[in-house]
């Protein structure tokens, strides 16, 4: 699917401002994500750190949780917030593959500056939920 420059923009601009939300006092590495799901509602997530530093959860699949719990199914865009434009991990990469095709990602700085990827470049040969081969 095709984003408009706009609604790009929106979904990217969602994730910025979720990031400033992050609970990230032991890493101090913020991130926010915007997962744009196909009925058009847009879901936001940050990453929630923990003294138990292991229960933490990152920002993407925080995301991809609340949109699962809303009854979305199928997510069409996502945008990730970071101070200098990281990558996602695998975890997320795959959690997000579970209800994806190959959409696009975007990858943005603290200052808006995205750069497009898409989900089967950051996860090539993903494992699929019927279990076959890609
Ligand atoms: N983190 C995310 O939120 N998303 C990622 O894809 C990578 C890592 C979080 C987890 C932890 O709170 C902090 O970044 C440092 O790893």
Known sequence: MNLTQQEKQALVDLANAARQRAYAPYSNYHVGAAILADDGRIFT???VENASYGLT????RAA????????ARRLLAVAICTEYGGSPCGACRQVMS?????????LSDSTGKARETSLHTLLPDHF??????V
């Open 45 to 47: 997530g940050v990453n």
């Open 57 to 60: 959860i990152c920002a993407e």
């Open 64 to 71: 991809v949780f609340s949109a699962i719990t809303a009854g």
């Open 98 to 106: 579970e209800f994806a095709g190959d959409i696009p990602v975007w």
């Open 128 to 133: 699929g939920p019927n279990h076959l081969p």
